[in-house]
C-alpha cells in the first residue's frame, strides 16, 4: 500500500520562507497526482489551501504557493506570519477517485 | 455563501451505528459530491470516501469498505454518513466537505478536491 509522506514537524522564522513537501513511499510525485493542500489549526476544520499542484483556493493569500520540486509536491509559504502555524496536510489522487492524505506537518513559526 | 452544517456530537457504545448528517446551503447540491473525513484524537486527517450528489455514486476507503455508506437526499440538500459496527478507535471528529470533481484534458482524466468544510461532528465510542 502506497503511503504519503510529509515531514513530520518544521520551524520557520517569522518573515522567513519555508517549502514543505509531499512524496510517496514508493515513486515519485507528478502533477497527475493533482495535490492538494489543507491547513488546520487545533480544535479547527482543516481549510483548503491549494489543489491541482499550484492553484489557489478562494480567498488564500499569495504567500502560500503550490508546486512540483524534484520528485514531490511542495507548499511554500514565503513572509511566514504567526498565524501560519498550524498543521498542514497533502492529499494525492490516486485515480478510480480514491483520494490519501499524508500524515500531516506540524509548522512552528518561531 | 457555501456552507456546510453538521448534526450535534454523539456518543456510541462499541457495536452500535452512528449516521451524521451535513446539510448544504448556498449553491447546486447536485453540482458537487460530499467527501467525508475523519480525524481521531491527536492524529492526522483520513479520508473516509465520497458521494456524487448528482448521481449517489460512491467511493470508499479500502479500510471502511463493508462499514460505512453515504447517501445523499437531493431534496434537503443533505449528506448522511453512516458507520456501523463501531469500535473505539472509531472515536473521532467527523467532517464533510464539498467534492469538486473537474474534468482533465489528460488521465486520469478526472480529479478531485475538496474546498468547502463543516465544522466537524464529534463522535465518541465508549463502553
Known amino acids: 500500500q502506497t503511503v504519503v509522506t510529509q515531514e513530520p514537524s518544521f520551524s520557520v522564522s517569522p518573515g522567513g520562507t519555508v517549502t514543505l513537501t509531499c512524496g510517496l513511499s514508493?515513486?515519485?510525485?507528478?502533477?497527475?497526482?493533482?495535490p492538494s493542500w489543507y491547513q488546520q489549526t487545533p480544535g479547527q476544520a482543516p481549510r483548503t489551501l491549494i489543489y491541482?499542484?499550484?492553484t489557489r483556493s478562494s480567498g488564500v493569500p499569495d504567500r502560500f504557493s503550490g508546486s512540483i520540486l524534484g520528485n514531490k509536491a511542495a507548499l511554500t509559504i514565503t513572509g511566514a506570519q504567526a498565524d501560519d502555524e498550524s498543521d498542514y496536510y497533502c492529499?494525492?489522487?490516486?485515480?478510480?477517485?480514491?483520494?490519501?492524505f499524508g500524515g500531516g506537518t506540524k509548522l512552528t513559526v518561531l | 455563501q457555501v456552507q456546510l452544517v453538521q448534526s450535534g456530537a454523539e456518543v456510541k457504545k462499541p457495536g452500535a451505528s452512528v449516521k451524521v448528517s451535513c446539510k448544504a446551503s448556498?449553491?447546486?447540491?447536485?453540482?458537487?459530491?460530499i467527501s467525508w473525513v475523519r480525524q481521531a484524537p491527536g492524529q492526522g486527517l483520513e479520508w473516509m470516501g465520497w458521494?456524487?450528489?448528482?448521481?449517489?455514486?460512491?467511493n470508499y476507503a479500502q479500510k471502511l469498505q463493508g462499514r460505512v455508506t453515504m447517501t445523499t437526499d437531493t431534496s434537503t440538500s443533505t449528506a448522511y454518513m453512516e458507520l456501523r459496527s463501531l469500535r473505539s478507535d472509531d472515536t473521532a471528529v467527523y467532517y464533510c466537505?464539498?467534492?469538486?470533481?473537474?474534468?482533465?484534458?489528460?488521465?486520469?482524466?478526472?480529479?478531485?478536491?475538496?474546498?468547502?468544510w463543516g465544522k466537524g461532528t464529534t463522535v465518541t465510542v465508549s463502553s
Open positions: 466537505a464539498r467534492l469538486v470533481v473537474v474534468v482533465a484534458a489528460t488521465p486520469p482524466y478526472y480529479y478531485y478536491y475538496m474546498d468547502v
Open positions: 458521494i456524487s450528489a448528482y448521481n449517489g455514486n460512491t
Open positions: 492529499v494525492l489522487y490516486m485515480g478510480s477517485g480514491i483520494l490519501v
Open positions: 514508493s515513486g515519485s510525485v507528478s502533477t497527475s497526482y493533482y
Open positions: 448556498g449553491y447546486t447540491f447536485t453540482s458537487y459530491g
Open positions: 491541482s499542484t499550484n
